[in-house]
């Protein structure tokens, strides 16, 4: 089975700490990404990679940034956490295109900045 | 474009039926179902690819309506571990331009 980790379920920063979230996948995808989860609104795009060291914006990359230095491991980094940026975050991998093939999910990290 | 997914939420009595809608403004290559029960991660249901293929998993299966750029979720016989929200997914040109649609809340009860 497909396993993809993050480092936290639950994590609470101060407006303007830079935060980095965590998400390592054990089945040799190529693709990785990060989708944010607000009520209402779905799961939205904010990065994804379909390489080492390669990367591609998505829906909402404002205010993020995203590091893939191995296959198996896709960092988010928040520079400067604020209020907006309250929300479950979740990391998926795939093995091919973002919409060929099933991804696989994390199991999230609830971010909470004050 | 965010698809569009019909209804919002739905509750239905154990052993109901009941069906999700996913409907795009853009041509489609294909369709993702995916499942997130409370406090869980999305886990995938199917995927249907342009062709208008229509697919089953247990007693969940979905269409795809090519010239009408929708799909349809079909639940039969619902039961209790399938509430939770269904999220419907589309890419266009060959899996590029992936987004997911705002789910659909389901709720079944005994």
């Known amino acids: 089975d497909v396993k993809v980790t993050q480092s936290s379920r639950y994590l609470v920063k101060r407006t303007g700490e830079k935060v980095f979230l965590e998400c390592v996948q054990d089945?040799?995808?190529?693709?990785m990404f990060w989708y944010r989860q607000d009520p209402g609104l779905g799961l939205r795009l904010i990065y994804f990679?379909?390489?080492?060291?390669?990367?591609e914006k998505g829906d909402i990359p404002e205010g993020y940034s995203v590091s893939r230095e191995k296959k198996e491991r896709f960092s988010l980094i928040l520079e400067s956490a604020s209020t907006n940026q309250t929300s479950m975050y979740l990391c998926a991998s795939s093995l091919g295109a973002e919409g060929a093939r099933e991804q696989y999910f994390g199991p999230g990290t609830r971010l909470t900045v004050t | 474009q965010q698809p569009v997914q019909s209804p919002q939420a739905v509750i239905l009595r154990e052993g109901e039926d009941a069906v999700i809608n996913c409907s795009s403004s853009k041509a489609l290559y294909s369709v993702h179902w995916y499942r997130q029960k409370h406090g869980e991660a999305p886990v995938f249901l199917m995927i249907l690819l342009k062709g208008g293929e229509q697919k089953g998993h247990e007693k969940i299966s979905a269409s795809f309506n090519e010239k009408k750029q929708q799909s349809s979720l079909y639940l039969t016989a619902s039961q209790l571990s399938y509430s939770g929200t269904y999220f419907c997914g589309t890419a266009d040109n060959y899996g590029q331009n992936f987004v997911f649609g705002p789910g659909t809340r389901l709720s079944v009860l005994p």
């Open positions: 990679s379909y390489d080492v060291k390669m990367k």
């Open positions: 089945m040799d995808h190529e693709n």
